[in-house]
Nanobody
Framework: QVQLAESGGGSVQAGGSLRLSCAWSGAVYSDTCLGWFRQAPGNEREGVAVTYGVDAVTYKDSVRDRFAISKDNAKNTLYLQMDGLKPEDTGMYYC?????????????????WGQGTQVTVSS
């Protein structure tokens, strides 16, 4: 079992920055894929960034040059640094985990989800 708890959401103006944190506990090891998904009102959940192993990371195309995913194993914490925020980045952001590689953006392959933290970007 894996438990995930997000924090760091809030309201910012376009162009601003936020850093999300996800504290994990339980069975998270080097073979665990960790990542961030988001869901805007009326939309389906979509993958934003995922990380596996020491330094393998993958980003959704629309955030690649603005967001950075990282983790601190000593603190059992996953981060998402978000710069240059846009109104279309607004949504509930979820921390996710699955055993094994980050093989897909499909939400169904991620067995573990946090409760989410809200990010609102105003124009």
């Amino acid at each position: 079992q894996v438990q995930l708890a997000e924090s760091g959401g809030g309201s910012v103006q376009a162009g601003g920055s936020l850093r999300l944190s996800c504290a994990w506990s339980g069975a998270v090891y080097s073979d665990t894929c960790l990542g961030w998904f988001r869901q805007a009102p009326g939309n389906e959940r979509e993958g934003v960034a995922v990380t596996y192993g020491v330094d393998a990371v993958t980003y959704k195309d629309s955030v690649r040059d603005r967001f950075a995913i990282s983790k601190d194993n000593a603190k059992n914490t996953l981060y998402l640094q978000m710069d240059g925020l846009k109104p279309e980045d607004t949504g509930m952001y979820y921390c996710v985990a699955r055993v094994g590689r980050c093989i897909s953006w499909a939400p169904s392959v991620y067995a573990y989800w946090g409760q989410g933290t809200q990010v609102t970007v105003s124009s």
